[in-house]
RNA sequence: GGCGGCAUAGCCAAGUGGCUAAGGCAGCGGUCUGCAAAACCGUUAUUCUCCGGUUCAAGUCCGGAUGCCGCCUCCA
């Protein structure tokens, strides 16, 4: 069964077949380090997080390049507010990126290369565009000459006299076509600068990805991925310039995935509801965000709000207790002595195996069909349901330990939460820390709650039942939720 | 103005020509339970915005209408 990838310029979900065999260049394109991430960046990440685990998954051997833009217009703005040096910014920004991503349980791309670190790659690049006839310079400034490149536009399916119609770029005497970008600026009074041959500037933002995806993955590469609105003019700047410079094709596939939206709209400064991820991450577990994420298809648009979320962290506890339920049963089998299991449910329990692996295989298929994971998550929801069934069913199994449901279920959520960067929890850990965080959104204090419990057990243990509905209806009221097993009462927020 | 996308149950959301339209959340009935909760079992769209067309067969393809959204400016 082979892989496909939808690719953005033919609008068709194409068979995936990488420049070498069992081996996969990606490059995606990272932040600017001038501000926190959003839940929109947390999409992305997670998005091609998962499509290089599905990959790896699958056998490939993976180059992961995500590069950082830490010079560009609104980093030297945020620096000269603050009066700060601008690395400083970016440096900063950095940092906290990587926190949100390591709290995200994103993965750290093999390579996470650094504008400011490849001036030379760039500069040289812009040089073979100026010898091919593909850049001018005017007063200390480069251009990429658009008209030059007769593909330009292919990517976002435009042409040239389309965009000049409803031109909205500024005026600018020193361009040839409106629409010509530029490969490097020169610097202004107080800005940060590098020396080139057209004197000291800084790089446009386009070239960054064209030198640093060129420098770490070759001319050509396999996948070429970011958000959406990247496409023009982003992506379709970066073709032009390497393609211009190497004559060869830039990446086989581009992947875009689609935005998170706010009140079904787009999320932006002007409109106020942009949601950092770790503002959210104070109040949810980070795999109830990429549950949330992974539950739509990645070029879809998906809405964010506090309901959905907690539809998601709802969705996650389902998981959750089974995956508990299943450690326990597991830790309480080992060290017990094996009993002879009556064989009545023999057959039963190979079915089961049978059923788990055959989602194993569904799971993986919905993955290679586009990356589909809401689809591959409907598996693994149903795998939550059949090992619930198992449960129910065969306590008297399980007690022997001996079922061979047991390490195939662990097989089959283990698989599951690899590759989808969820289920990496200890259950008992999660919980725990669900309730934390529940309780102080919610103002509510523990101690107090545990001990309302204590009452209501010695209640019980007295066989006052009213007394003991009683407080189990006060806490109810406080969204607490109480589940009772034989020894011991557990409760959870609502 | 130009280009593109989406419209599936109360809500979210898969499905890209053919068996009974995934899954989650919410709801309802049953089992379990002192009663609950959780879990399990069952149930909740004769139908996929509307109107035409192609086809033996369409939620899925084509044309049109309506509504929503994105890109064309920095943007994941």
Redesign the pocket.
Known sequence: MPIKV?HTRT???EVFQPLQEGKVGIY?????AY?VC????A???VVFDVVVRHLRSRGYQVTYVKNF?DI???IILRAQKEGVNFSEISERFINLHNEDMTALGVETPSITPKATEHMDDMISLIKILMEKGYAYAVDGDVYFAVNNFPQYGRL???NLD??Q??????VNDRKKN??D?ALWKASKEGEPFWDSPWGPGRPG?HIECSAMSRRYLGETFDIH??????????HENEIAQSQAASGKPLANYWM??????VD??????SLGNIFPIREILKNYHPEVLRL?ML???Y?????YST??L???R??L??CY??LQ?LKEILEASTGNEMQSVKNKSQVKQEEYVNRLNELMEKFDT?LD??F?T?????????A??????F???GKNIIAAGQSAVLPEAKKAFGHFGAVLGIFQDDPDHFFQIDKEMETRKRGLDVAEIENLIKD?QAA?NA?E??R??EI?GKL?SLNV?????KDK??W?I?
């Open positions: 939808f609008r068709k979900k995606v394109c990272g932040i600017t501000d959003h839940i929109g960046h999409r992305a990440a833009t560009d217009d609104k976002s399916g435009r389309e965009m119609a409803g031109a909205r770029v500024d409106p629409m970008f933002w991925g970011g958000g959406e609105d990247l496409i023009f003019p982003h875009h995935n689609g935005f998170v939206k079904s709209e787009k999320m932006s400064k949330f539950q739509s298809h070029r879809s648009p998906v809405d309901s959905s907690n539809e998601a709802t969705g506890i389902r207790s089974t339920q919905a069909d586009d589909n809401a689809q591959a998550l409907g598996y693994v929801f149903d939550v349901r059949l090992f619930n069934n449960v129910a069913g209501r019980r066989r039942w009213t003991a509905d189990r109810a939720v109480l589940k009772d097993s009462t557990i959870s609502e």
